[in-house]
């Protein structure tokens, strides 16, 4: 979690510098959810993302070298700088894509699902979305077929209120998405996405029936971007307090706490993880500015296989 | 059980489904002979639903339909003789021939478009229904559609709009699949759609929703007519499904009028092919109502009978006239598609 | 005569329609996209508080809306927003939206607006860039236009309203701060009028949208070098001012066309058909198109700009045709 706090913090900091341009969604304050998630996941195992997925894709053990390149548009990134923030793709790990269409890889999820299912190794597709994507048709084409078809998918909702700047209650009387899994009888939970280890064990459940080929399962994580929709969003819509509540709620912050309290981690240890964080983040934040920007001409390259 | 309404109320519907009904079957030897082509899909065996359903409605509501559309149009009072010559593609017809079976059109019944594609016309309906609201001119809109378009992301997104927005629309459900596959063991309604009963999609979005037996004009008339009225009040959406069972001509690609309906069957079904027989027996609405008229002693089986041959003779006659109205100009072709 | 910049005249317009007339709602409302400026939207908000919706992402529902609506006597103006989003409500747009009217036989109308923002936008990358004006040109039943300037978007929004057609509203974000004059009191601008944005004797360059901007540029540097460059601006695809073209075309017998689409099927292709059917006898030389490349926009920025219409391009065909 550590390590995608600190990749966040840096990319912020790029960007307020203009060293990366164009839009940039954060995923601070939603960790849990990413690490969590991923912590019970093969590398074979299928991972879609949407324009928040920086998290996804550290998480799934993405290399963040060239994923920081990727970022800022350099030819050394996973993409050769072609994709940038919002079209990430990590095959090595496993992440597949990420999309700046909201629910644009929920119906891409099904298929990696069926794929796997052919397959026969026992793979699973996790699609990550957010609350606004649960008002998009194809959302609930896909519920509907992977229930119908029993797809190992696990749809993940990282529900942190708002889908860009309105609330959720402006886009629907629904208030919790997983309601809408229960409509296509799939088997759903509603979790708080802040507390790591509520994370996994939702997780857990959810792979293990889906690795054993019992079909979807649909989770649903509440939680809270600390920072606006994408990078220079002044997020006047949200209320001072709501944000000083979440943040309360930091979800590094309680598991530290906890494992604190448990005797399990010690302050040096803390320090000793936070500072390989940020010394891993800024090897990389270094390798992406001294990488080379891609070459015009390579815009034909890569159009078609 | 027969609706609630007077007497000649009741011959009304009679009239009308038994127009549909002869409208209909007449469209299949018109087809088998090359009198027109393309795809066509007849409302045979729903008759009940719409034309008991459509009767609540004011005369200045909207409705959306699909690619079964005719007995919708009929039921409101479409005139036959138009609704066949668009079918035909002919000049005389509602849409000058350019609109065909699936795109018939008739502004002041309330059609103001219709859609081929499955679902098509459902966020069409939240947007007229969204219109008389701003305009306040207490209109409302019934969408109809089948089963299969529920399949659709259009339709969770239109029922999310219509909750949220309380939006003064009718979605009218009619499931001709009653005996589908898997139904039997309480299991999916179909193998394309994992929701079941169906209605649990509209309650999620918290639109109130019931199920109806479709066959029987005395339910759906009542449930439409409370359905209407809340609207009307400004209740929001409503969901009602109306459950049929397919008739047995529209079973293949192509429809077949495996037997032709005779308002004797309704007592007597020795004559019809066994493999359709039950069919004829229990699901037929046009005849199940026919019966339920007699025993309530409404009408006699010899004053059903010369409606019947009324409305076949119309029919007949506009066949004629649809047949022999001429084909549009091909210049026609570039007129028009610009107001 | 005054010197508005675009947003404000956009602005005064959707002001003016919505006090004009009430029957116009406006659906989503990212009309000034990410500018700085977009705050002024709000007053028209607060205004129009009953007659303003603001819709969850469901684009195929609200394009849908939208287009009942319109059939039922209102005269919504939708926000698509980001340009590639059209092709989630796509279905609603293009096989309803454009076809109503006909296949009616011309009894339903649907007086709609569709807006977005098309084109390179600066780091978009690959799905919010897209420039679908070319696509929608080859659906038949629907107007298309495109505004370069602040008495063009002014003008040319006022008539999309007014139209009883369903109109697309093809709109720039690198246009939001360019500034021109807008007269007080201005007239809609009727479509199908192209415009001669800057007289010229020697080339004839046909642009479009942002691309205008650009070429007035272009055309300024080349005046130093004694290149007289007329800038012509079709201003709507649909309906098309073919007149226009073919008197500049006639003049010089030089041209060039500068579009945003994709090069293959695109905007300029179009042009350059019918221009080569009608007058091929006036051309001097093989007319040119410098359109964005055939490949899905990168994200990085260099790589982005490479794949444009860009400045180097233009000025590159043009010297070419005057050879």
């Not at chain 2, 000058?96 to 499955?118: I, R």
């Not at chain 3, 989503?28 to 700085?36: C, E, K, R």
Request: with cysteine; net charge neutral.
């Amino acid at each position: 979690m550590w390590l995608i706090r600190a990749f966040e913090e840096k990319v912020s900091a790029l960007y307020a510098a203009r060293q990366i341009v164009g839009l940039l969604h954060l995923g601070i304050g939603q960790e849990a959810v990413a690490a969590g998630t991923c912590s019970l996941l093969r590398t074979d195992d299928y991972v879609f993302g949407g324009h928040r997925s920086h998290g996804h894709a550290i998480a799934k053990g993405a290399d963040i070298k060239r994923l920081m390149a990727e970022i800022a548009g350099r030819a050394t990134g996973y993409c050769a700088g072609k994709g940038g923030s919002m079209h990430i793709v990590a095959m090595d790990a496993g992440f597949v894509t990420a999309t700046g269409v909201v629910g644009g890889t929920i119906p891409l999820a099904l298929g990696a699902a069926f794929a796997a299912k052919e397959n026969g190794k026992g793979q699973v597709a996790v699609v990550f979305f957010g609350d606004g994507a649960g008002q998009a048709g194809p959302f609930h084409e896909s519920l509907n077929i992977a229930s119908l078809w029993r797809l190992p998918v696990i749809f993940v909702c990282e529900n942190n209120g708002y889908a860009e700047f309105t609330p959720l209650s402006a886009h629907t009387l629904v208030e919790r998405l997983a309601r809408h899994a229960q409509t296509y009888k799939i088997p759903s939970s509603t979790v708080d996405g802040n507390d790591l280890l509520k994370v996994r064990d939702a997780m857990a459940e959810a792979v293990r029936r889906a690795r054993a080929g019992k079909g979807p399962a649909f989770v649903e994580f509440l939680t809270h971007r600390l920072r606006g929709h994408y990078e220079g969003d002044p997020a006047k819509y949200r209320e001072l307090s709501q944000l000083a509540e979440w943040k309360a709620k930091d979800p590094i912050a309680r598991f530290t706490r906890e494992l604190k309290r448990k005797k399990a981690i010690s302050d040096k240890e803390v320090e000793a993880i936070k500072d390989e964080a940020r010394d891993l983040v800024e090897r990389a934040a270094q390798f992406a500015i001294d990488s080379p920007w891609p070459a015009g001409e390579e815009v034909d390259s890569q159009v078609t296989a | 059980m027969l609706p609630k309404v007077s007497r000649e109320t009741l011959l009304d519907f009679c009239r009308r489904m038994f127009v549909i009904r002869h409208f209909e079957e007449s469209l299949v030897p018109l087809h088998d002979k090359g009198v027109f082509g393309g795809h066509y899909h007849l409302y045979v065996g729903q008759e009940a639903t719409g034309v008991s359903a459509l009767s609540c409605l004011r005369s200045d509501d909207y409705l959306f339909t699909t690619h079964r559309n005719h007995g919708h149009l009929l039921a409101r009072g479409a005139q036959p003789k138009r609704l066949l010559a668009e079918i035909l593609g002919r000049s005389d017809g509602y849409n000058k021939g350019k609109g065909g079976s699936f795109h018939t059109v008739v502004p002041d019944l309330g059609f103001l478009h219709t859609s081929a594609v499955v679902a098509g016309i459902i966020p069409l309906a939240t947007g007229t229904a969204y219109a008389a609201k701003a305009l306040n001119n207490g209109r409302i809109t019934v969408c109809l559609f089948g089963d299969g378009a529920l399949e659709e992301g259009a339709a969770p997104e239109a029922l999310n709009l219509a909750s949220l927005w309380k939006l003064p629309v009718l979605f009218l459900c009619e499931n001709n699949g009653k005996y589908g596959a898997g139904r039997a063991t309480g299991a999916a309604q179909s193998s394309t759609m994992a929701a079941f009963p169906l209605t649990d999609l509209p309650k999620a979005y918290k639109v109130p929703a019931q199920q109806i037996d479709g066959l029987d004009s005395g339910t759906v008339h009542a449930t439409i007519s409370e359905a209407v009225e809340k609207i009307r009040r400004g209740e929001g959406p409503q969901f009602i499904e109306a459950q049929t069972v397919r008739w047995p001509g529209s079973e293949t690609n192509w429809p077949s009028v495996v037997q032709p309906t005779d308002s004797s069957l309704a007592w007597d079904v020795s004559g019809v092919p066994e493999k359709v027989r039950e069919w004829y027996r229990s699901c037929d609405p046009l005849l199940i109502f026919i019966r339920e008229l007699v025993d309530a002693r409404q009408a006699t089986m010899e004053e059903i009978a010369a409606t019947e041959k009324k409305v076949k003779a119309e029919i007949a006659d506009a066949v004629s006239f649809a047949v022999a109205s001429p084909y549009p100009r091909p210049q026609e072709a570039t007129n028009d598609y610009f107001a | 005569m005054r010197e508005l910049a675009y947003y404000q005249a956009k602005f005064e317009a959707l002001h003016e329609i919505m006090a004009a007339d009430e029957r116009v709602h406006l659906i989503n409302g990212t009309f000034l996209s990410l500018s700085p400026h977009r705050h002024v939207y709000q007053e028209l908000v607060k205004k129009y508080r009953d007659r303003i919706m603001s819709p969850p992402i469901s684009e195929l529902g609200f394009c849908g809306l939208a287009t009942g609506a319109a059939m039922a006597g209102l005269r919504p103006i939708v926000d698509i927003s980001t340009g590639s989003f059209i092709f989630e409500g796509w279905p609603q747009v293009v096989n309803e939206a454009a076809n109503a009217f006909s296949m009616s036989g011309g009894q339903t109308r649907v007086p709609v607006v569709f807006h977005l923002f098309h084109g390179l936008r600066g780091g978009g990358a690959a799905q919010h860039s897209a420039s679908p004006q070319a696509m929608l040109w080859n659906n038949p039943g629907l107007e298309i236009v495109l505004p370069s300037s602040p008495r063009d978007v002014k003008g040319l929004l006022k008539t999309a309203v007014a139209s009883d057609n369903p109109t697309i509203f093809v709109d720039h974000v690198q246009l939001l701060e360019v500034k021109g004059e807008v007269p007080e009191n201005d007239a809609p601008i009727p479509f199908g009028a192209a415009d001669v944005k800057r007289q010229g004797s020697d080339v004839t360059v046909i642009s479009t949208s942002y691309m205008v901007q650009r070429c007035l540029q272009v055309a300024e540097k080349l005046s130093a070098e004694r290149i007289s460059v007329e800038v012509v601006d079709p201003r709507t695809l649909v309906p098309f001012d073919m007149a226009t073209l073919m008197t500049s075309v006639a003049k010089t017998g030089r041209v060039v066309i500068v579009d945003e689409t994709h090069q293959s099927c695109g905007v300029a292709a179009e042009i350059a058909a019918r221009i080569a059917e009608a007058g091929f006898d006036k051309l001097k030389a093989p007319l040119r198109r410098v359109a964005t490349l055939d490949v899905p926009v990168p994200y990085s920025p260099p790589l982005e700009e490479y794949i444009g219409p860009r400045e180097d391009r233009i000025i590159e065909a043009i010297r070419t045709v005057l050879r």
